[in-house]
C-alpha cells in the first residue's frame, strides 16, 4: 500500500501566479494564431479597394442579362464581401498585438524563449523591439 503524501495547498500567490501565467499563454496563443491566418501573397489588399471592388461588382450585377455571368459575379460579390469583412477585423488583429506587446517579455523570460525562436514563428521584429525583447 502506498502512502500518497499531501500537498499543503497553494498560497494565494501561487494561484494569482498560476492564473497569470495560464492568462499570458492564451495572449500569446491568440496572437499566433492570428499570424498563421496569412493571406494571398503578394500586394496587400485595403478595405478601401475592397469596397471599391465591391461597388463594381454590384453595378455589374444590377445591368447583368446573362443568368450565367450573373451567378458567377454574385459569387465574386460573396468572396469579395468576406475579404472585406476579414480586412475590417485587422482591429482585432492590432489589439491582440497590443496584448501580446505587453505579456511577451515576460513570458518569454519565464518560458527560456529567445528573439529568434518568436522570429521563426513569424513574430515581426518590430513587434519583438515593442515587447522589448532583444537579442
Known amino acids: 500500500m502506498s502512502m500518497a503524501r499531501k500537498r ?11 492564473a497569470e501565467g495560464r492568462r499570458q499563454h492564451t495572449i500569446i496563443r491568440r496572437y499566433l494564431t492570428t499570424l498563421n491566418e496569412k493571406g494571398r501573397p503578394g500586394r496587400r489588399v485595403t478595405p478601401e479597394s475592397l469596397r471599391r471592388r465591391l461597388d463594381q461588382l454590384t453595378a455589374k450585377i444590377e445591368s447583368e442579362t446573362d443568368p450565367a455571368k450573373l451567378v458567377e459575379l454574385i459569387s465574386r460579390k ?20 497590443e496584448e501580446f506587446i505587453k ?5 518569454s523570460a519565464r518560458k527560456g524563449i529567445s528573439r529568434k525562436a518568436w522570429r521563426e514563428v513569424g513574430v515581426p521584429a518590430d513587434v519583438l523591439n515593442r515587447a522589448n525583447i532583444r537579442d
Open 103 to 107: 505579456v511577451a517579455a515576460a513570458y
Open 78 to 97: 460573396h468572396e469579395v464581401e468576406a475579404r472585406l469583412a476579414k480586412a475590417e477585423n485587422s482591429s482585432d488583429r492590432r489589439q491582440l498585438e
Open 8 to 18: 499543503p495547498p497553494m498560497t494565494e500567490e501561487q494561484k494569482a501566479a498560476i
